[in-house]
Each structure stands twice: as structure tokens, then as C-alpha cells.
């Protein structure tokens, strides 16, 4: 299933967190949120928006160095960053499988390293660097409620 596109310019950290503000509001519990876009692209700051919204959590930081951090109970955010994961393996041997099956809602940083391991069902966000700031494209295929592209336009 392909739902349509959404495509909307964010020229600040509060922009960015507030359209991942709305897809944290239309986000179904158990699915996964696959963040693509090089370093410095807005990935965190999106992932900040989700947690103020899904876990009441204001202090998020990239798991560089730890990989996972989780916040919130109900369903839980999981934050995962690949960054520093090159080597398929690497990725295979931390059972991403395990969490995305699970009842939580994940958000993975450079998914494209474990691309063969994402459901078809998720969220696709994708962010460019252009010139007057970020381009962010949000992709729903299947894993947001009903009414997500007309809500994340009016919101961002």
C-alpha cells in the first residue's frame, strides 16, 4: 500500500519538530518511523517532536554511542540511530526484528542500513538540505490514521 507523499519546507528546529508533532499524532502503535537524510539533515530534532508528543519527553538526544534509548510507557518510543553501523551484521545481531514487532513505536536514524529489515508498513520521512533549510517528505504507507496528509500540511 502507497499512500501519497507529503512534502513541506521547514526552515527551523520548531518547525521540524512540530510536523513530527502531527505524525506522532497519527502514528499507530507497533509501527516504525524510517528517518533518511545525511548528517545534520534534522533527524533528532524530528525524533524530539515525536517524544514531546508520544512520551511527554523533553530531553532526547541521538543514541550515537548507545544505539537505543526509550521514553515513555504507553506505547514506549524506541530511538534507534545506525550512524555508526556499517556492517550489515552489526545491524542483524541487534535483533531489530524483536523491536520492531513489538507494541512500541520506533524511530530509526540512517534506516537505510537496515532497509531489508523494515516492514513494508511504515513511515518514510526523508529530509534534503535546501538552501532556505530542510525539505522534509513524509511517506505513510500504511502506518498513519486516516486525514495524516491534510493535518501534517495545515500543521507544518
Known sequence: MMDDAVTLLS????????IAMCVATHVRPGKVIALRGDLGAGKTCFVQGLARVLAREEDVHSPTFTIVNEYGDGPALYH???????DAEAIRDL?????????AIVAVEWAERAESML????????????N????ITVRGH???????????????
Open 132 to 135: 532556505q533549510g530542510r525539505m
Open 95 to 103: 535483533a531489530l526484528e524483536d523491536v520492531f514487532d513489538s507494541p
Open 11 to 18: 526552515e527551523s528546529p520548531d518547525t521540524t519538530k512540530r
Open 142 to 156: 500504511g502506518a498513519l490514521d486516516g486525514g495524516w496528509q491534510k493535518a501534517i500540511q495545515e500543521r507544518g
Open 80 to 86: 534507534i540511530d545506525l550512524y555508526r553501523l556499517n
Open 119 to 130: 516492514p513494508e508498513k511504515r513511515v518514510d520521512i526523508t529530509f534534503e538540505h535546501v
